[in-house]
């Protein structure tokens, strides 16, 4: 299927004229399309169900895609089968009956990369409360973990050298997810310049984060930070930390990571409402997010 998705790009360079940042949209969406046919063992287009397109679809909806990047992908999948129709390789189009997801009249809560620039510029970096600050937000982002992962991380759920954290995320479930150059300098400067001197409260129990009377920092005082730089960054949507989540995952997936890869770095137990998730190697992991994060350097 490699080769028709190459012909159909072909034909959108050639006749249909279309700019190279759109054929290269076209070209990633379809490159994880055909990835994930593959997972599930379907290898002719022929053999493709309008169920196999819909699985996808919520898949990229479980990862947090934005319903704008959803109906792109689904628009990708859409003219893919209508070429091949129309080329007569196969006379069935398995989108032929589905609807493309609708598109929110509210904006999306997905931060562009631009917003995740501002809101970490309006950090004073100077400060013991600004250098904790930027290293939470830069671990948010680099990392997709939820809050509630965040505010339990311990100082010994973090291997630099190895650049992945430790996570313990729903029903206990241990994961490991790398994060970038950015945050891990982020997160050495934090805790040499601010949690050394935290600790001498004696409250920290080993937590990573901690707020600046030295105890476990909350969710809600997580949640409070973020308001704080959003509003400084003068940024209108609602941005939660759970935002941080959604938009480390659109980021990959708009860069052409692996659907399992992301998923697998979310914490997430299913690739589809029909295939149990294999667990996938740690390199590959941290070459997916060293490739294609934003942040990564």
Known sequence: MQDLIQDFINYL????NLAGNTIDAYQNDLT??????????????????????QNFVGCLSDVGLSARSLARNFSSIRMFHRFLVSEKITDIDPTDQLQSPKLPRHL???????????ILETIDYTTSKG????????????TGVRVSELTMMKMSDVFFHEGVIRVIGKG??????????????KIKMYITAVRSVLIRYQKSRDFLFLNMRGGPLSRMGVWKIIQEYVRLAGIRKKVSPHVFRHSFATHLLEGGANLR??????????ISTTQIYTHLDREFLIEQHRTFH????
Do not use: C, W
């Open 13 to 16: 360079k050639i006749e249909r």
């Open 32 to 53: 994880r399309y055909l990835q994930f046919l593959e997972e599930k063992h379907v290898n002719d287009v022929k053999l493709v169900s309008m169920t196999d397109v």
């Open 108 to 118: 999306p809560n997905v931060l562009d990369l631009n917003e995740i620039e501002l």
């Open 131 to 142: 250098m904790r600050d930027r290293a939470i937000i830069e671990t948010l982002y680099s």
């Open 172 to 185: 206990s479930k241990e994961r490991i997810v790398p994060f970038g150059h950015q945050a891990s300098q």
């Open 261 to 270: 890869a992301v998923q697998e770095m979310l914490g997430h137990s299913d």
């Open 294 to 297: 934003p942040r990564y350097q």
